[in-house]
């Protein structure tokens, strides 16, 4: 019982300074809170009013309703851009996560040169992406050294950006090259934190490399493949310097992203209230598939 009033009394003693110091904290976060406001919350808000009205540069602003909506329903551009944003999506994300483990699995372990190493594989992620998607058109130019390369497969030397088939894979081979440096390092971080005895004991049993990393190190990296999934697939449904920078949406439309019609429809033909409804359809896109990665992959963390 003494015990138990000596604790109750250093507790309460503790409470005035322990509120002065969560208020000295909540001052030095209010201005970063305040900027969330006005530049990310604000205009998540705006949008989503936006889209119930017809407001456009030139006036407007109308409540329609769901006019909007209805009208991206029946919109045969919208379900094409749906297509290639999702299609982009399956082959950038596993593309992805599967570059980032490899190469997590490569650096992991210290030795000659290895920090240089992980500068490389990280320098794609710090570069812009207009200028590398810039290379990336003369990389992918009929004759170029990606053709070159799979002209000696037997396949055709012609420019991949020209094709309606080949156009999306190599918009997800240049977010593939962008991106996974970043899961690299995040997953490089976990899996420095996994304890070395429990890789011993199993090369103590005889487990080889593919069941260690099976065993050991792959339930160990799960919460962090949830967090890249997530993110990965995010930055995938938002993808738009690469195509606007290598394809323009072209050819034919093959490689028309969501966000590409989000620009097209708020910026070139000033449909702003068309424009939010297309972006709250893709959050709402990007919130049920990070629900089901969620049951899927994290449902035990």
């Known amino acids: 019982m003494t015990a138990v009033a000596d604790h109750t009394r250093r507790t309460s003693r503790r409470g005035p300074q322990a509120r002065r110091e969560a208020r000295i904290g909540l001052l030095f976060v209010l201005p970063c809170f305040l900027l969330f406001l006005a530049f990310r919350f604000g205009p998540g808000v705006a949008g989503v009013l936006m889209s119930f009205t017809d407001y456009t540069l030139t006036g407007g602003g109308r409540f329609i309703g769901v006019d909007n909506f209805t009208r991206l329903w029946a919109d045969p551009l919208f379900w094409k851009s749906l297509k290639v944003t999702v299609l982009y999506t399956v082959l950038a994300v596993p593309g992805t996560l599967v570059a980032s483990v490899a190469l997590a699995l490569l650096t992991r372990r210290a030795f ?16 812009s992406l207009v200028l590398a998607a810039t290379v990336f058109v003369w990389i992918f130019s009929t004759g170029g050294p990606w053709g070159t390369f799979v002209s000696w497969f037997g396949m055709s030397d012609e420019s ?9 894979p190599a918009l997800a081979v240049v977010g593939i090259w962008s991106r996974f440096g970043y899961g690299m390092l995040i997953l490089l971080a976990r899996m420095q934190d996994i304890p070395r005895e429990l890789e011993e004991a199993a090369l103590t049993d005889g487990a080889g490399p593919w069941q ?17 999934a997530v993110i990965e697939t995010t930055a995938s449904f938002q993808v738009f310097d690469a195509v606007y920078t290598m394809t323009g949406g072209g050819p034919a439309n093959a490689s028309y992203t969501l966000v590409f019609q989000l620009y097209d429809a708020g910026f070139k033909y000033f449909d702003l209230g068309y424009a939010s409804a297309i972006g709250v359809a893709l959050f709402v896109l990007t919130l049920v598939v990070a629900v089901v990665q969620r049951l899927v992959i994290g449902k035990d963390q």
């Open 212 to 228: 260690r990393f099976r065993h050991i190190v792959l339930p160990q990296l799960r919460p962090a493949l949830f967090f890249l």
């Open 112 to 127: 000659r040169g290895s920090k240089v190493f992980r500068s490389v594989f990280f320098l794609p992620v710090v570069t």
């Open 160 to 168: 991949w950006l020209t094709s309606d088939t080949l156009v999306v």
